[in-house]
C-alpha cells in the first residue's frame, strides 16, 4: 500500500537518458549524409538548385541566406531593414560582396551580384 514516490521520477530520468543517446546517433548519422552530400558537389541551402537551374532568384537566395538577420518582411532584425534603403546600387553590391559587420561576404556569387542589389533597392 506504500508506494514508494520515487520510482516515477527514476523511470522519466532513465527515458531521458535513453532518448539523449538515440538523438545523438540519430544526428551523428545526418552528419555523414551532410559529409556525403558535401563530397558529391551538393550545395546545402538550396544554391545547388539555383545553380542548376541556370536562373538567379533574388527572392529564394534572400530566403537561403538573408532571412534569418534581416527578416521575414526585409524589416530588419539583426541586420538592418532592406526595405526602402537609402542606399545605393553599388552600395549595395558592395555590401553582400565583401560584407559589413556582422554580415559575412560572399553569399551571393559574383555573377548574381547585380540582380541581387536591383532586387534590394526595388523593396518597398
Known amino acids: 500500500m506504500n508506494r514508494n514516490p520515487i520510482i516515477p521520477f527514476i523511470l522519466i ?3 531521458g537518458i535513453g532518448l539523449i543517446f538515440f538523438m545523438s546517433l540519430e544526428g551523428l548519422n545526418n552528419a555523414d549524409e551532410k559529409a556525403k552530400e558535401a563530397e558529391h558537389g551538393e550545395k546545402a541551402g538550396g544554391e545547388g538548385e539555383q545553380a542548376s537551374s541556370g536562373e538567379f532568384d ?5 530566403k537561403d541566406n538573408c532571412l534569418s538577420c534581416h527578416g521575414g518582411n526585409y524589416e530588419g532584425g539583426m541586420g538592418p531593414a532592406l526595405k526602402g534603403t537609402d542606399k545605393s546600387v553599388d552600395e549595395i553590391k558592395e555590401i553582400i560582396k565583401n560584407g559589413k559587420s556582422p554580415m559575412p561576404g560572399g553569399l551571393i556569387q ?6 541581387m542589389a536591383e532586387w534590394i533597392k526595388s523593396l518597398k
Open 13 to 15: 530520468m532513465a527515458m
Open 58 to 62: 533574388p527572392e529564394q537566395a534572400y
Open 110 to 115: 559574383d555573377e548574381n551580384l547585380d540582380a
